[in-house]
């Protein structure tokens, strides 16, 4: 009788441990993604660079907003682009990890058709959410649009330290690659990471 009255009672007791795991998980899950959606990059240049724009000249200064609008706009997609790729992943996971969890509750929910339907949504769901990152493409986006970021402000820097007077046309022939290489990492899966901001000054250079 004492074996089976412990055996019992551990039965029960971790029953409850089970859930507490499962949500402090799904709460770890949380937090990591609200700190990578909200943790600001790139401080540096988006403090100091509006500044900067304050006293160039008109020509000059058309050619850095551009710049500046270019790296918040990359900087912002991949953040966003980063949040869905790693949320569909954890959650997708949690989601398969709860499925089996619910089949084995006996306490919490006693009724066995509904762990089934429980567990058969949940396995759903994290297929789902598997096939949307994937068929969205939501890793290449993210990374597409972080390289861009990090080549446009590699591009800022060196605007705030070149001659640009005599570069204007160098300067905006590198954001043009920019740009163009981004739209077509996205949209070809098969596209190698250039050079673009190396060769954009290559061809103006050449330019006679």
Do not use: H
Not at 123 to 131: E, P
């Amino acid at each position: 009788m004492d074996r089976d009255d412990s055996s019992v009672t551990w039965r029960v007791c971790r029953r409850p441990l089970l859930w507490v795991f499962a949500i402090s998980t799904i709460l770890v899950v949380a937090v990591i993604a609200w700190q990578a959606l909200t943790t600001p990059r790139g401080l540096g240049l988006l403090e100091t660079f509006p500044k900067f724009l304050d006293g160039l000249p008109e020509d000059e200064q058309r050619i850095a907003q551009i710049i500046l609008d270019n790296y918040r706009e990359y900087r912002a997609n991949a953040r966003y682009w980063s949040f869905g790729y790693y949320g569909c992943l954890f959650l997708s996971a949690a989601c398969a990890a709860l499925a089996g969890l619910v089949i084995k509750l006996q306490y919490f929910l006693k009724n066995e058709d509904l762990k089934k339907d429980v567990a058969a949504v949940l396995a759903m769901v994290s297929a789902l959410l598997i096939t949307l990152s994937t068929v969205g493409d939501f890793q290449q986006k993210w990374r597409a649009n972080r390289a861009a970021a990090a080549k446009m402000e590699t591009v800022a820097y060196a605007f705030m330290t070149a001659d640009r007077k005599s570069g204007l046309e160098d300067f905006s022939l590198q954001i043009q690659a920019i740009s163009f290489e981004r739209n077509q990492e996205i949209f070809s899966s098969d596209a190698k990471p250039g050079q673009p901001a190396v060769e954009g000054r290559q061809r103006s250079r050449n330019t006679p």
